[in-house]
């Protein structure tokens, strides 16, 4: 009796151990298929990324590219506008005026310059005009040059608004000057190519000494008494003796001009001079005091340039002796033109230039 109650629980057990593994089984076999599915997901998240990480590296890449090619682009465009832009060819001549000289030719001209933005005609010159020059043309062949703006600048470098030092220091005091309402015009003489002289102007203006304007040009030939036979032939003999009286008249009034100079009268000699040159050389009293030192002027080699009755045009020499450091004495010569006219009815100085020849300092 006692046995089977003992022997029971043991019959018993392995039906308990049959429960559990049965119980154990599935809950494996779940597992399995979490981590199965865990695998997955891990494999598939590791896919994703590496997809992931090539998607990023290929956009660093084309980045890279894209950056680089605009940068070539970029490159591209600063060499073509760098090749577009066209560089100032050096000149030989003085006469010459942002890489262009007197005696080229239309073609020349547009090769350096290009297309101008309108022409003017004006009798027997055309004139081309850019933004920061004037080019004359005549005979097909540039005769002018006039700056529009500092761009353009001499075969010495100056330029709109460089100052009146920087263009004694270029280009000496060997000049003819002259005034001309708010400015002062310094005047140089180079030979040009046709064996003609030409004339570099800086217009310097009076307020800032500095380049108002710079201009290069041929001097139109003036009709002189000294033309051709056949020329003076075609005049009547009347029409030659009234000239020939006008000139003489004009030489006199030029000789009391310097006479009145001399003996400082100055007021005779400021109403020898036309109502423009009056403002030009200022009041009474400012221009006696450019004569304070004066001790005497004279002229000599006078001739008549140019003559057309009412108008004449004279060069001559003039000698200057003013008073220098007390006890010497400063002698100057000069190479001078005067334009005189009667139209007011009496002959008046309406322009005037002077070039320095020479200087020397004596004793009294």
């Known amino acids: 009796m006692i046995k089977p109650n003992t022997i029971t629980p043991e019959i018993n057990q392995p039906e308990h151990e049959s429960e559990f593994k049965s119980t154990e089984k599935p809950q494996l076999e779940q597992n399995d298929k979490e981590n199965k599915i865990n695998n997955k997901m891990f494999s598939s998240n590791i896919l994703i990324g590496i997809i992931i990480g090539i998607i990023l590296v290929f956009a660093i890449l084309m980045g890279i590219y894209i950056v680089s090619g605009n940068d070539k ?18 000149v030989d001549s003085d006469l010459s005026l942002g890489g ?20 003017d005609e004006k009798g ?19 005769d002018a040059l006039v700056s529009n703006s500092s761009a353009v600048a001499t075969k010495r470098g100056i330029h709109q608004g460089s100052s009146l030092e920087d263009v004694f220091n270029k280009y000496g005091d060997n000049y003819n000057k002259m005034d001309y309402d708010d400015l002062v015009l310094y005047e140089y003489t180079f030979a040009a190519n046709n064996d003609k002289n030409g004339i570099l102007r800086f217009a310097i203006s009076k307020s800032n000494n500095q380049v108002s304007y710079i201009s290069v040009r041929i001097p139109e030939e003036e009709n002189t008494d000294t033309q051709s036979s056949d020329t003076n032939s075609n005049k009547s003999s009347t029409e030659k003796n009234t000239n020939m009286a006008s000139a003489n008249e004009a030489v006199q009034a030029l000789n009391s001009y310097y006479a009145a100079i001399t003996r400082h009268d100055m007021r005779a000699a400021y109403n020898v001079l036309s109502d423009d040159m009056q403002t030009h050389m200022g009041s009474l009293n400012d221009y006696a005091d450019g004569y304070k030192t004066t001790l005497s002027d004279s002229i000599s080699n006078v001739q008549v340039t140019s003559n057309s009755g009412d108008e004449i ?3 001559y020499t003039l000698t200057a002796r003013d008073s220098y450091n007390s006890n010497s004495i400063k002698e100057q010569t000069f190479a001078c033109t005067a334009l005189l006219s009667k139209k007011t009815g009496s002959w008046h100085i309406v322009d005037m230039s002077a070039k320095k020849q020479g200087e020397r300092i004596m004793s009294r």
């Open 124 to 142: 027997i010159y055309k004139f081309y005009n850019y933004s920061d020059i004037q080019v004359g043309v005549k005979n097909g062949k540039v």
């Open 313 to 315: 045009a004279l060069s």
């Open 73 to 90: 682009i970029f490159e591209n465009k600063a060499t073509i506008t760098s090749s577009e832009k066209k560089e100032v060819p050096s």
């Open 100 to 119: 262009l000289e007197l005696g080229y030719s239309v073609d020349q001209m547009h090769e350096i310059l290009g297309k101008e933005t309108s022409i």
